[in-house]
């Protein structure tokens, strides 16, 4: 009996031990392309490399670079998104612009080919737009920035899914739970990791 006791508290400590040391990386969780633990304490790097290293097919390296890919995606999702926006609005002026010098060549036209026809001169008509070269800029600004787009939200998408991934790995890999009472062989305790 007092060997029984005696391995029951050896058990007892052990299980103390590595309880803390377990629980320290259950259930981490990502905002962004930081890592917190469940209790919302922000990871160190030495912490994530030792539970990336931990976990087998993972790195510390991989996390990095994931992560670098990650915060480039969304750089370039931001980006994209204020050239397409300064270009709708170039756009927009240069269209507007245009449009208004057309009436204005429209009504000027209107108003003068009476007056030239009666004095017998012939009426020359150019419409030389100075807000052209505007909606151009605007134009190739948008496009520009609708492929940046595509490609920022490709980057983001793909590395963030990797990121989870990653996360997934780490919280599955490290489970341990500890029961004492009715098992299914009787009664005990069991580690089940």
């Given at each position: ?21 377990m629980?320290q ?8 392309a930081?890592?917190?633990?469940s ?26 670079k ?7 995606g969304k750089?370039?999702?931001i ?15 240069g269209?507007?612009?245009m ?17 030239a026809?009666?004095s ?5 008509v150019?419409m ?18 609708i ?10 998408c ?23 009472g ?12």
């Amino acid at each position: 009996m007092k060997k029984l006791v005696f391995l029951a508290v050896i058990a007892v400590m052990v299980l103390a031990n590595a309880l803390p040391a377990m629980a320290q990386y259950n259930d981490i969780y990502r905002k962004g392309a930081k890592l917190y633990s469940s209790d919302d304490v922000l990871l160190t790097a030495e912490q994530i490399s030792a539970m990336m290293n931990s976990v087998e097919g993972l790195s510390y390296e991989t996390w990095v670079k994931n992560t670098k890919g990650f915060k480039a995606g969304k750089g370039l999702l931001i980006a994209s998104g204020s050239l397409t926006g300064v270009g709708i609005v170039t756009l927009g002026i240069g269209a507007v612009g245009m449009m208004i010098e057309g009436l204005a060549v429209g009504i000027g036209t209107v108003f003068f080919a009476p007056l030239a026809s009666l004095s017998g001169e012939e009426l020359e008509v150019a419409m030389d737009s100075k807000f052209r070269g505007v909606a151009i800029a605007g134009l190739a600004m948008t496009g520009t920035g609708i492929a940046g787009l595509i490609t920022g939200t490709t980057v983001y998408c793909v590395y963030k899914k990797r990121l989870n991934n990653m996360v997934d790995s780490c919280n599955s890999a490290s489970h341990l739970n500890v029961s004492l009472g009715m098992q299914q062989h009787g009664v005990g305790l069991a580690v089940n990791f």
